[in-house]
C-alpha cells in the first residue's frame, strides 16, 4: 500500500471558520472541543478544499512555500496523521 | 469621521465606493473598543477584519489583535449554535417536522462571501403552525426550556410570532410561526411563506432556508417592523440577497404586495442607502420603492410599529388589525389580555413585570408625546 497516494479529505460532520490568523473547527458530534489551528495545519487545511492525495498535498505545498519536497513531506505527514486521529481528516487508501 | 460612520463603513466595507471613508490613521484606544462594540452588536464585526486584511481601515497591531479577539468570539459562538442547530432539526426531522433555517445561521452560508463575515446569536427556524406544539413538545423531551409558557392553550399555534427555547448549551433557539410581530405578521401568506426553499449545507448535512426572494423580504423586515433600531447587519443582508443580475425584483415586489408588506419593503430599501451608502441595491428597486404609494391599511398598520414610534403593546395590539375574522381577533384580545394562570405564574417567578402594567405605561407616555 502507498500511503502517498491516499486520497485526504476534510472530514464532512465539520463546523468551522476561517480567520486571517486561525482557524475554527468543532466537530458536530455532541460534547467533541472546538479545536483551534494555526501555522501549518491551516495551510493544509487550505490545501484541501478540494480532496488530494498525500503526494499532491506535498507536492503542492513545496511549490507553495519554495520548499523542498522531502522537508515539507517530514512536516506534513504527521501533521495530517494528527488531524486525522482527531476526526478532522478522513482518508481514503489507494486502491 | 466620527465612530458611527467608522461603524456604517465597516458594515458597507467592499460594496462600492464608501459614502464615508474610513480614517487616514488609526484612531485612538478608546474609540476603536468602540468601533469593535457597536460593530459586534451590529453583527458585522468579519467586515472590520476584512477591511483591516485588505489594509483599507487602519490600525495599530494592538488594535488588530483586540479586534481579531473579539471576532473569533463571535465565530466560537457561531459553530457552537451551528451545532446545536444541526442537533435541533435532526430531533426535529425524528419527530417528522419539517423546518426552514431563518436568518443569520442561513445568510451567512449562503448570501455573504464568506460565513465568517456575519455573526449571529441565536438560532431562528421557522415551524408550520400544525407542527409548533408538537415541535416545542419534541425539543423539551431533548432538555430544551422554553422562556415562557404559552400565552393560552391554542396562542402558538394560532398567534405566536416565535417560541424561545434554551439549550444546556447556553444556545437561544427561537421557533418561529411567522417572521414579524403584530398586524403585519398575520397578513404574512404561511403557505406562501413555506413554498420553494432554498437548500445549503452545515457540517455536512443539507437544511434549507427560505428562498432568494423570502430571504430578502424577511430582511426587509428586520429593518422596519422587526426592531425599534435595526441592526446595519440586515441591511448588509438585504443588499448581499438582492445583489447579482438574476435576483429577481419584480418576484420580490409582488410577492411584498400580496402580503400586504410593500410599504415595509419600500421603507426597507430607501433605508440600505443610507445605512451602507449608494449603489447597494438594483437600480429597479430602488426606483420601484422612490415611487411607491402604500395603501391605507399598511400606513396605518405602520404606526403601530416601534420603527414609527409605536410600542410593544401598540405592536400587539395592532395585531387585530391582521386578522381577518371577527372570532380570531376576540381570541387574539382574549389571550393577550387574559393569559392563562401558568403563564402569568412564570411572568412573576421570573420578576418580569405585570404586562398590563407595562402596557398602560406604554400607552399613557405614547398619548402625552405630542
Redesign the interface.
Known amino acids: 500500500v502507498d500511503a502517498a497516494h491516499d486520497v485526504i479529505a476534510r472530514?464532512?460532520?465539520?463546523?468551522?471558520?476561517?480567520?486571517?490568523?486561525?482557524l475554527?473547527?468543532?466537530p458536530?458530534r455532541?460534547g467533541a472541543e472546538?479545536i483551534t489551528m494555526s501555522g501549518t495545519a491551516i495551510d493544509v487545511w487550505d490545501e484541501l478544499e478540494q480532496p488530494q492525495t498525500v503526494h499532491e498535498l506535498v507536492t503542492r505545498l513545496a511549490v507553495r512555500f519554495a520548499a523542498p519536497a522531502s522537508v515539507v513531506e517530514s512536516d506534513v505527514v504527521p501533521l495530517v496523521e494528527g488531524l486525522e486521529r482527531q476526526g478532522l481528516l478522513t482518508r481514503t487508501a489507494s486502491p | 469621521v466620527s465612530n458611527e460612520r467608522t461603524v456604517h463603513s465597516i458594515a458597507a466595507y467592499g460594496l462600492t465606493a464608501l459614502t464615508h471613508p474610513f480614517p487616514d490613521a488609526p484612531i485612538p484606544a478608546a474609540q476603536w473598543t468602540q468601533v469593535i462594540e457597536a460593530s459586534a452588536s451590529h453583527r458585522t464585526l468579519g467586515y472590520a477584519v476584512r477591511a483591516v486584511e485588505d489594509g483599507a481601515l487602519r490600525a495599530t497591531d494592538a488594535q488588530v489583535e483586540q479586534l481579531h479577539e473579539a471576532h473569533a468570539r463571535d465565530m466560537r459562538h457561531a459553530v457552537v449554535l451551528e451545532r446545536e442547530l444541526l442537533a435541533v432539526v435532526a430531533l426535529l426531522d425524528e419527530a417528522g417536522i419539517p423546518a426552514r433555517v431563518l436568518k443569520g445561521a442561513a445568510v451567512a452560508h449562503l448570501d455573504h462571501d464568506d460565513p465568517g463575515l456575519r455573526s449571529f446569536q441565536d438560532i431562528d427556524l421557522l415551524i408550520a403552525p400544525t407542527d409548533i406544539d408538537r415541535a416545542v413538545l419534541t425539543l423539551a423531551r431533548s432538555g430544551y426550556r422554553r422562556d415562557l409558557p404559552a400565552r393560552t392553550d391554542t396562542w402558538d399555534r394560532r398567534f405566536a410570532k416565535d417560541i424561545t427555547l434554551g439549550a444546556s448549551s447556553g444556545a437561544e433557539i427561537d421557533l418561529h410561526r411567522t417572521l414579524v410581530p403584530g398586524a403585519f405578521g398575520f397578513r404574512i401568506d404561511l403557505d406562501a411563506l413555506w413554498a420553494e426553499g432554498q437548500p445549503f449545507e452545515i457540517g455536512g448535512r443539507t437544511m434549507v432556508a427560505l428562498s432568494g426572494i423570502r430571504r430578502a423580504l424577511h430582511a426587509a423586515y428586520a429593518l422596519t417592523a422587526g426592531e425599534a433600531t435595526p441592526r446595519l447587519s440586515a441591511a448588509r443582508d438585504l443588499m448581499q440577497i438582492t445583489r447579482g443580475d438574476d435576483f429577481d425584483v419584480d418576484g420580490l415586489i409582488a410577492l411584498a404586495t400580496s402580503w400586504r408588506a410593500d410599504l415595509l419593503l419600500g421603507e426597507a430599501v430607501r433605508r440600505v442607502p443610507r445605512d451602507l451608502g449608494q449603489g447597494c441595491v438594483p437600480p429597479t428597486l430602488v426606483h420601484w420603492a422612490e415611487n411607491h404609494r402604500p395603501d391605507r391599511w399598511q400606513q396605518v398598520a405602520r404606526h403601530t410599529y416601534r420603527f414609527a414610534g409605536g410600542t410593544n403593546t401598540t405592536t400587539l395590539l395592532g395585531g387585530v388589525l391582521g386578522l381577518r375574522s371577527t372570532g380570531q381577533r376576540a381570541a387574539y384580545l382574549r389571550g393577550l389580555m387574559f393569559p392563562d394562570h401558568p403563564y402569568r405564574a412564570a411572568r412573576r417567578a421570573a420578576h418580569r413585570p405585570a404586562e398590563w402594567r407595562t402596557g398602560a405605561r406604554e400607552l399613557l407616555r405614547r398619548t402625552r408625546t405630542p
Open positions: 472530514g464532512e460532520a465539520l463546523l468551522w471558520r476561517r480567520l486571517p490568523d486561525r475554527l473547527v468543532l458536530a455532541a472546538l
